[in-house]
């Protein structure tokens, strides 16, 4: 029997001079506090409870010990209750740990609407790229594709689900050859999102499952933040979440490359991903909250670039 709740029976019933009313103080029957009371004198090869059909009294050789288990189940009751009370209030720090794909998705805007909203709550954000361990980063949470989060007790929650898109400066597009429709890349620079080896269909009414060539002359995987500034640089065709082109092509900063045809693989995501605990803080399942909230008023204004609603 779990050695705590021996304890926790064995104080009450003292406490309570009573088992019966022992047993309803801990939400367990009379006969389930008794197997403690004995498992417990078991343990410590002492007995620690005089019983007689009308009178429960503690044995003169237990005093020292049931003041010591009463004096740490009172410690331990007092710390739980701290700590119940720091879960439910908004203070701390909020570790996070961001991808470069959240950067170019309104990360900034993300964090100082959290801050006005939680005035007594710090952030620190972390940007990275790499497969992600939050419990080994000591990270509450992260803003992060949930293919990269390696914690098995993790949970993700979808943010964005958006389709891609070949984008580069009208300069760039002027200063080359152009795409044929076969999506040969022969004597282009192509900046690629993705690390994975992956061929992008391209579809469009009768123009189906057309395959892009890796005949690029340079085939650059970048992090979403380094891709999207070569491509303003005019360096090369970027594959980009839509929901990162759309502001540029929006502005007429990027143009798509074949815009008559529809990109439908690979697909970009994004997540708020988090371990779960029993005692999981406040400032986390707000800030989970925060970021569902966020991202799904953020997706309401995307719906021409196709970028799947937040769940």
């Given at each position: ?264 693989d690979p697909v970009a995501e994004l ?41």
């Amino acid at each position: 029997m779990d050695h705590l709740l021996s304890i926790r029976a064995f104080v009450a019933v003292i406490k309570f001079q009573s088992f019966t009313t022992a047993a309803r103080h801990l939400g367990m029957s009379p006969a389930t506090l008794s197997r403690a009371i004995t498992s417990l004198e078991s343990h410590t090869s002492t007995r620690l409870v005089n019983r007689s059909t009308r009178h429960v009294s503690l044995a003169d050789d237990a005093r020292a010990y049931y003041a010591s288990c009463a004096e740490i189940l009172e410690r331990l009751d007092r710390e739980e209750l701290r700590l119940a009370e720091q879960r439910n209030t908004q203070k701390g720090i909020l570790r996070l740990a961001a991808h470069p794909f959240a950067v170019e998705t309104g990360l900034s805007q993300l964090v100082d609407e959290f801050l006005l909203a939680t005035p007594d709550i710090r952030v620190a954000v972390t940007t990275i790229s790499e497969p992600l361990r939050l419990e080994h980063g000591n990270y509450d949470a992260a803003i992060y594709p949930a293919f990269l989060v390696q914690d098995a007790a993790a949970i993700c929650r979808p943010l964005i689900r958006s389709s891609s898109v070949l984008v580069a400066t009208r300069a760039y597009l002027e200063a080359n050859p152009p795409v044929p429709s076969s999506l040969d890349l022969t004597g282009h620079a192509f900046i690629d999102t993705r690390p994975s080896k992956w061929d992008p269909e391209y579809g469009s009414g009768r123009a189906t499952g057309i395959s892009l060539s890796h005949n690029a002359r340079l085939h650059a995987v970048m992090n979403e933040c380094i891709a999207v500034q070569l491509a303003l640089n005019g360096d090369g065709i970027a594959l980009l979440p839509t929901s990162i082109a759309q502001r540029y092509m929006k502005s007429g900063r990027l143009v798509r490359v074949l815009p008559e045809y529809e990109l439908t693989d690979p697909v970009a995501e994004l997540d708020i991903a988090f371990v779960h605990r029993r005692t999981l803080p406040r400032r986390v399942r707000d800030f989970v909250d925060h970021c569902i909230s966020f991202f799904g008023n953020l997706n309401t204004q995307t719906d021409e670039y196709r970028v799947v609603h937040a769940i």
